[in-house]
């Protein structure tokens, strides 16, 4: 008996029961459900400091960890491109804080170019870091509420 039980779960005749509870034919996909209400955003960072890759992360975290955005590399999608620079403020005393640049702008997908939008630069010392990524991610919120974005 267990040798044809073994065969026929070989041969894929018998399946695990499949949970289709809640499922709707043409529901989209889970993924696609999470990103549905959600703003696509492309992060590019540019620099080597400690302090500025630190704040970079921070930033990245932020945004990921937003109800309002998801991160995306996808060119063919719509979506705010944000580019943060970042150079080590004072040679002389390295690791203390980061000079930032960040720009944004907004591809609405399948176009090589991309529309400027604005840009802000400033610098943080290493425990102003959550302070300046809260000031940049509510100055993201903002940029897409006033040219309605979402």
């Not at 176009?111 to 939008?117: D, E, Q, V």
């Not at 630069?121 to 309605?148: M, N």
């Amino acid at each position: 008996m267990l040798q044809v039980v073994l065969s026929i779960l070989m041969l894929g005749i018998v399946q695990a029961p499949v949970d289709t509870a809640g499922v709707v034919a043409g529901d989209p996909p889970p993924a696609a459900v999470e990103t549905q209400n959600r703003v696509a955003i492309q992060l590019d960072f540019s620099g080597d400091d400690p302090v500025g890759t630190l704040f970079a992360d921070k930033l990245r975290a932020a945004l990921e960890g937003s109800p309002r955005f998801y991160l995306t590399n996808d060119n063919s999608k719509r979506r705010l491109i944000i580019v943060v620079q970042h150079v080590d403020r004072d040679c002389r005393e390295r690791n203390v804080s980061t000079v930032y640049s960040v720009i944004w702008t907004h591809n609405p997908g399948e176009i090589y170019f991309a529309r400027y939008l604005t840009a802000t630069v400033g610098f943080t010392p290493i425990d102003g870091i959550d302070q300046a990524v809260a000031g940049l991610v509510l100055e993201t919120e903002s940029l897409v509420e006033r040219l309605g974005l979402e």
